[in-house]
């Protein structure tokens, strides 16, 4: 029997046909993005391109579906193709060990995808990418904030326009004006990003300027709701 039978009695055979057919990439596969890729390869896309030049590390344990104390220290790229493969070995599978900027986005053509994922913590990418995407007609859709955040039901659906309680869709928001992009599908959370618990102070980093709080089922929660608006979209779309 098919391993997307039961996907299929729910879907159709067009619509899987639909999913077999597209290519989505993905950018940034970590507490959002590797639940992300999770829902796309086990729906049956068919081609997916994973982003992402970090490594996995001790501290992703605690939250991405990838970390396991055997990949520690292993691209995490390379071990997301492996567990695509394994769930469904028919798909087509391009690791990217990049970290995508202004600086080096010319080097991937963004008009080879049906889809976009935006799973990136960085503003700088964030716009690079949206920017392109609205450039060359791509659909996409953005994760916004998932960490210092307890409710895993506050995950919303909507244009970037009809946000609120979120710093990073506010601060994305007023960029896309500036640069006269109208509209974004994004997914945030309506929830008010906590404080860290008394007595616990940010550790330091040297790539980043703070490393946020996060937990086993927000950014899950975030990355289930982002893959399952793509397989939706992708499946209907007409």
């Known amino acids: 029997m098919c391993p997307f039978s039961r996907t299929q009695l729910l879907f159709g055979h067009d619509a899987m046909q639909k999913l077999r057919d597209s290519h989505v990439a993905v950018f940034g596969v970590g507490g959002v993005g590797g639940y992300v ?10 081609s997916l391109t994973v982003v992402d030049n970090d490594c996995v590390d001790i501290t992703n344990l605690n939250r991405q579906i990838i970390a396991l104390h055997s990949t520690v220290g292993q691209y995490k790229v390379d071990v997301i193709a492996s567990r695509i493969h394994d769930i469904n070995p028919d798909c087509r599978v391009t690791p990217l060990r990049m970290f995508y900027l202004p600086t080096n986005a010319d080097t991937l053509d963004l008009s080879q995808f049906d889809y976009v994922v935006d799973c990136i913590d960085t503003v700088a990418a964030k716009l690079e990418l949206i920017k392109r995407c609205h450039e060359q007609h791509v659909p996409i859709i953005c994760s916004m904030g998932a960490a210092n955040k307890m409710d895993p039901t506050a995950f919303r659906v909507a244009d970037i326009n009809e946000t609120q309680m979120d710093p990073l869709a506010k601060i994305i928001r007023k960029r896309l004006r500036k640069l006269g992009i ?10 008010t990003p906590l404080p860290y618990a008394e007595g616990e102070t940010p550790p330091t980093s040297a790539t980043r300027r703070s490393i946020p709080a996060s937990n086993a089922f927000v950014p899950a929660a975030a ?15 007409k």
């Open 223 to 237: 990355g289930l709701v982002i893959g399952g608006e793509v397989v939706k979209s992708l499946s209907f779309s």
């Open 182 to 191: 109208p509209s974004l599908k994004v997914v945030y959370s309506e929830e």
């Open 37 to 46: 890729v999770e829902v796309l390869a086990r729906s049956g896309v068919g």
